[in-house]
């Protein structure tokens, strides 16, 4: 932990979130990646067509530290913490061919079978209303 010791803020010493963060948000810089492969994968071609996979990527991160006293008023300790996450979600694919370029989106069935069930749902509920 970097810590400035010439500065201080009520007896404590004062900590160099700056340089912190960059040590706790290094690691997600390798985990990322600086390529387009960390959302686009590998082009893939069979035949006339080339098939390139998409990924929706989500992260984040939290990170918080500070210094205390004890009970006579001495310095006493510090700390610092943080912690993150990253997701990545197949979210459909990039298909070229000679004729078009087009994306096609994973997961439309199931947002369809979701949007019928939340009518039949909606339907059995009108049904009872309407027969008291």
């Known amino acids: 932990m970097d810590i400035d010791e010439n500065a201080t803020h009520g007896g404590a010493h004062e900590i160099d979130v700056e340089v912190t963060g960059r040590r706790l948000l290094s690691p997600l810089e390798s985990i990322l990646g600086t390529d387009t ?8 071609t069979v035949g006339e067509k080339t098939v390139i996979p998409a990924a929706s990527i989500t992260y984040g991160m939290g990170m918080g530290g500070g210094t205390g006293t004890d009970e006579t008023g001495e310095e006493g300790g510090e700390g610092f913490g943080g912690g993150g996450g990253v997701r990545a979600t197949p979210i459909g694919v990039v298909e070229v061919t000679a004729d078009e370029t087009r994306f096609v989106k994973f997961g439309t069935e199931r947002r369809l079978a979701g949007i019928f069930a939340l009518g039949v749902a909606l339907g059995l509920v ?4 309407r027969r008291r």
Do not use: E, M, N
């Open 126 to 129: 009108l049904g009872r209303l």
């Open 37 to 44: 492969k960390t959302v686009y994968g590998d082009p893939v």
